[in-house]
């Protein structure tokens, strides 16, 4: 059972260029998410999706683009990479909460990311 | 918006100590709290998940509470080991009924031999 994979591991980026950062989960969960996670910042919540169909923006949305066309895959796509969304992002997936009751929230390793 | 505050910024402690981490957060409105370990250049691992109807869940040495009321949550490692240490994040929900999670800072543990 891998969980949640993502890929690449690591990327580094010109300015201006264009990538798509791919995340997969095999735990069939409605919800996924991206977050990056920068020091002294903490994890902040980009975008995330309720099930195939459906995103929403998060905390800092600016930058970045997502679509969920299947239950399994999430991609995160940066439009235009500025030194700024130099970080680590991390995809995340749950099933959803039942009547006030949460569920385990799985993440991915990670991707490192550095745009110069 | 929720906000959560975790002291210690950072911890070291001999091995075998028993220790709590503390998370504290501004919305209670919430029906469930995680808390996660993160390995350096690692993901974030799901350790405890504390319903509000439970107030407190345990896992081996791991013993997480949680109080709504006072707006806090404690994580209790007991008999600690160098294996343990590792940045430890506390996350409510962003608010009721919502899917979204916010994440405290974290206590960077470490466990000395």
């Known amino acids: 059972n891998a969980g949640v994979t993502q890929t690449p591991k690591f990327q580094v980026l010109k300015t201006g260029q264009s990538m798509t950062l791919q995340c997969a989960q095999d735990?069939?969960?409605?919800?996924m998410s991206w977050y990056r996670q920068d020091p002294g910042m903490g994890l902040r919540l980009i975008h995330y999706?309720?099930?195939?169909?459906?995103?929403d923006q998060g905390e800092v949305p600016n930058g970045y683009n997502v679509s969920r066309s299947t239950t399994e895959d999430f991609p995160l796509r940066l439009l235009s990479a500025a030194p700024s969304q130099t970080s680590v992002y991390f995809c995340?997936?749950?099933?959803?909460?039942?009547?006030?009751?949460?569920?385990?929230?799985?993440f991915g390793n990670g991707t490192r990311l550095t745009v110069t | 918006k929720q906000e959560v505050t975790q002291i210690p910024a950072a911890l070291s402690v001999p091995e075998g100590e028993n220790l709590v981490l503390n998370c504290s957060f501004t919305?209670?409105?919430?029906?469930?709290l995680q808390w996660f370990r993160q390995d350096p250049g690692k993901g974030l691992t799901s350790l405890l998940l504390?319903?509000?109807?439970?107030r407190e869940q345990t896992s081996g040495r791991l013993n997480a509470s949680l109080d709504k009321s006072s707006g806090r949550s404690t994580l209790y490692i007991a008999a600690s080991q160098p294996g343990d240490s590792a940045t430890y994040l506390c996350?409510?929900?962003?608010?009721?009924?919502?899917?979204?999670?916010?994440f405290g800072k974290g206590t960077k543990l470490s466990v000395i031999p």
């Open positions: 995340a997936s749950s099933n959803p909460p039942g009547q006030g009751v949460g569920s385990p929230l799985h």
């Open positions: 996350a409510p929900p962003s608010g009721a009924g919502s899917y979204q999670l916010t």
């Open positions: 504390i319903q509000s109807s439970q």
């Open positions: 999706s309720v099930g195939a169909g459906i995103t």
């Open positions: 919305d209670s409105a919430i029906y469930n």
């Open positions: 735990m069939n969960h409605e919800y």
